[in-house]
């Protein structure tokens, strides 16, 4: 199921940056307004996997 995701943001968004975002500017962090769209689409990825495998 996740590869769906993935490639379902891949084709939206784009890949991962090399660079987040937030490494380049730690200022972003929390927000959503501001941000590269790629790099926020993959973190609320991350925290959705990393939530499912906590349950």
Known sequence: M????QEAI???FGPRCE???TDD???LAGQ??????ACL???QFDGLV???QES
């Open 25 to 27: 500017m730690p200022e």
């Open 32 to 37: 959503t307004t501001g941000r590269c769209p």
């Open 50 to 52: 990393a939530a499912a």
């Open 41 to 43: 689409a993959w973190e």
């Open 19 to 21: 660079t987040k975002d």
């Open 2 to 5: 996740t590869d769906l995701i």
């Open 10 to 12: 891949t084709a939206h």
